[in-house]
């Protein structure tokens, strides 16, 4: 069975904060995934990375970054942490098939 | 730019009364067509792929369809359990990203 953990369920930070979002998958898959997702947007894409060390922005990079020193772990980094930030975060990861796998995704709430 | 409609928004069903949700997609070229069931507060989990126009896939009471411009999720006398937002995403050649609809909120009242 795919598995893909997240650092953390739940996250209350201030504004203004650096905030660490960690993704781990144990599936050897090259590709992984940062979403966002909020009602009525649907999932939209932050980041993605198709290799170690490598990235491509999605839709929404604005106000986050990525990291991926190693094939296993993808980290989204939010550089100064604001209101609008608030979200349910989802990391996802995919080898030679198709299809993206989810984490169990972090809430994550900026005050 | 890739596009995916989801109707309806929310469905309500009694317990056994089957119905289909619609995924109305615009993409360059298919490479794939994902449906995802996501519980509240949980992270998406993957349900099928459909590659071509004609595909169909099973899985309990649930059944996918693929036509060149939709795809529907048919189910067939749904429990409570089956309750959950049904998610669907395309994906286009030569990208690996997914362009998600906003889903269909499904409850089955017993």
């Known amino acids: 069975d795919v598995k893909v953990t997240q650092s953390s369920r739940y996250l209350v930070k201030r504004t203004g904060e650096k905030v660490f979002l960690e993704c781990v998958q144990d599936?050897?898959?090259?590709?992984m995934f940062w979403y966002r997702q909020d009602p009525g947007l649907g999932l939209r894409l932050i980041y993605f990375?198709?290799?170690?060390?490598?990235?491509e922005k999605g839709d929404i990079p604005e106000g986050y970054s990525v990291s991926r020193e190693k094939k296993e772990r993808f980290s989204l980094i939010l550089e100064s942490a604001s209101t609008n930030q608030t979200s349910m975060y989802l990391c996802?990861?995919?080898?030679?098939?198709?299809?993206?796998?989810f984490g169990p995704g972090t809430r994550l709430l900026v005050l | 730019e890739d596009q995916v409609t989801q109707s309806p928004e929310a469905l309500r069903l009694q317990e056994g009364e089957s119905s289909s949700l619609n995924c109305s997609y615009t993409?360059?070229?298919?490479?794939?067509l994902f449906w995802y069931r996501q519980d509240p507060g949980k992270g998406p989990e993957f349900l099928f792929t459909?590659?071509?126009a004609g595909e169909e896939k099973e899985k309990e009471r649930l059944k996918a369809t693929l036509t060149k411009k939709e795809s529907f999720l048919h189910i067939t006398a749904p429990k409570p359990e089956d309750s959950a937002t049904y998610l669907c995403?395309?994906?286009?050649?030569?990208?690996?990203?997914?362009?998600f609809g906003t889903g269909t909120r499904l409850t089955i009242i017993p």
């Open positions: 996802a990861s995919s080898g030679t098939t198709l299809t993206q796998y």
């Open positions: 599936m050897d898959h090259e590709n």
């Open positions: 990375s198709y290799d170690v060390k490598m990235k």
């Open positions: 993409v360059s070229g298919l490479r794939g």
């Open positions: 459909l590659y071509s």
């Open positions: 995403a395309v994906r286009p050649f030569g990208n690996e990203k997914l362009t």
